[in-house]
T-cell receptor, first 113, second 113 residues
Framework: EAGVTQFPSHSVIEKGQTVTLRCDPI?????LYWYRRVMGKEIKFLLH????????ESGMPNNRFLAERTGGTYSTLKVQPAELEDSGVYFC???????????FGQGTRLTVV | GQQLNQSPQSMFIQEGEDVSMNCTSS?????WLWYKQDPGEGPVLLIA?????ELTSNGRLTAQFGITRKDSFLNISASIPSDVGIYFC?????????????FGSGTRLQVQP
């Protein structure tokens, strides 16, 4: 069974550009989470989907970040326009239910120059 | 927001030594989790703790959920080179209905063969 997969694994963009990150959760997992780790700091929660609905988006930094999960399958996280402080590793995780283990993808390393 | 203070930030030890790391919080958590991240990979769950005072082992790893529910520690006995990586603690609160994890900033472990 495939795990959580994220695309791309690395992205280098210039300040002001747009980047879209994609996450494919484990098949059948209704819960999908986005997290971010800025260099050397803690992994911070961004938002949580249950199927296609945003259950909790309290961790989204600002309105330059837009997450979608149309159809309740894969999810995208778009940053527009990107700023230098958006650099970091973006992790996606999925779980079958609210109380079961969340499995993480390998992350997308975003560098904004 | 909630913060987890994880220490130490990094450790460099000799193969065969025991390792201990811990996390403390000003908030109460109902679940404590310990993850390991290998280079280029996402965090992988090592141990989950669900009750205050619980002591759980997974091979050479032992973790405890503090009585106050505000702290947890992870011990690794007889370290080996493949223990190298970043270890994260994470807490989960369920009373608020949020399922987001709050992570510590990580402990980077290096093992000298």
């Amino acid at each position: 069974e495939a795990g959580v997969t994220q695309f791309p694994s690395h992205s280098v963009i210039e300040k002001g550009q747009t980047v879209t990150l994609r996450c494919d959760p484990i098949s059948g997992h209704d819960n999908l989470y986005w997290y971010r780790r800025v260099m050397g700091k803690e992994i911070k929660f961004l938002l949580h989907f249950v199927k296609e609905s945003k259950q909790d988006e309290s961790g989204m930094p600002n309105n330059r970040f837009l997450a979608e999960r149309t159809g309740g399958t894969y999810s995208t996280l778009k940053v527009q326009p990107a700023e230098l402080e958006d650099s970091g590793v973006y992790f996606c995780a999925s779980s079958a239910s609210l109380n079961t283990e969340a499995f993480f993808g390998q992350g997308t390393r975003l560098t904004v120059v | 927001g909630q913060q987890l203070n994880q220490s130490p930030q990094s450790m460099f030890i000799q193969e065969g030594e025991d390792v201990s790391m811990n996390c403390t919080s000003s908030s109460i958590f109902n679940t404590w989790l310990w993850y390991k991240q290998d280079p280029g990979e996402g965090p992988v769950l090592l141990i989950a703790l669900y009750k205050a005072g619980e002591l759980t082992s997974n091979g050479r790893l032992t973790a405890q959920f503090g009585i106050t529910r505000k702290d947890s520690f992870l011990n690794i006995s007889a370290s080996i080179p493949s223990d190298v990586g970043i270890y994260f603690c994470a807490g989960q609160r369920e009373d608020t209905g949020r399922r987001a994890l709050t992570f510590g900033s990580g402990t980077r472990l290096q093992v000298q063969p």
